[in-house]
């Protein structure tokens, strides 16, 4: 165990809980990362915003749905709650410097059948400033499907880890995390040098029943560059 964090949110003290999964790429699974009064506050800021999601593979946006099925809607800024947010998110994981900054919030919503296949959160393309953390945070689970794979990281033996990765999935290869109201899953998309992490590559599996959604925390830092 990780440890046991408080954090100040406007109007109420938040506390959660966190394990760190795996130590290389860095996976930290979070339980009660989001309250479920934030939870309803950030679906109803969001209402109504709803647009198709899009990939980027090119610089370019278009939708592409042999690779991602699903809607997104951008989380306003300028509210107290989503601060508080942003606030807990950028001091779970330290300070990495003047350069640093999350990038505006995201609401998703998967529909049935709605996935995003296997991704990373890095642009390859970059050389200066990139995407360097991710926080997936499930903002429901009444439906199926719909859990967070990593196919290239290896499923633990220790069953007391089936409380939140799938232990009997044989469909998928790797780990697929279980999505569960208000926890969140977090990792690192470089190794401590800054290159870029191969394994970290994931997908948000299809959903069979239900709706799906979520919630993207992305980190930046201005000041990271490609090592050569």
């Not at 995201?106 to 529909?111: F, L, T």
């Not at 880890?161 to 044989?170: I, K, N």
């Amino acid at each position: 165990m990780l440890g046991l964090f408080s954090q100040t949110t406007a109007p109420e003290v938040h506390k959660y809980e966190v394990q760190i999964f795996s130590r290389d790429p860095l996976i930290l699974h979070i339980s009660g990362f989001m309250s479920h009064s934030e939870i309803e506050h950030v679906l109803k800021i969001t209402d109504g915003k709803w647009e198709t999601s899009k990939i980027y593979p090119n610089g370019e946006a278009y939708v592409d749905t042999d690779v991602r099925i699903s809607e997104m809607a951008p989380v306003p800024r300028k509210d107290p709650i989503t601060r508080g947010i942003v606030k807990r998110a950028k001091t779970l994981q330290g300070w990495r410097g003047n350069g640093t900054f999350i990038e505006q919030m995201k609401a998703q919503r998967y529909s049935v059948n709605g996935f995003f296949a296997w991704h990373e959160d890095y642009d390859g393309r970059m050389d200066i400033g990139n995407r360097v953390t991710t926080f997936m945070v499930y903002l429901n689970d009444d439906f199926t499907g719909g859990g967070t794979n990593f196919p290239l990281i290896q499923r633990p033996a220790d069953k007391r880890w089936c409380r939140v990765v799938e232990c009997e999935d044989t469909e998928y290869p790797g780990v697929t995390f279980k999505p569960k109201k208000g926890s969140a899953v977090f990792w690192e998309n470089m190794y401590p040098n800054g290159s870029f992490h191969p394994d970290v590559r994931h997908a948000s599996l299809p959903v069979t029943s239900g709706e799906k959604l979520g919630l993207n925390i992305f980190g930046w830092d201005k000041n990271w560059i490609l090592p050569h």
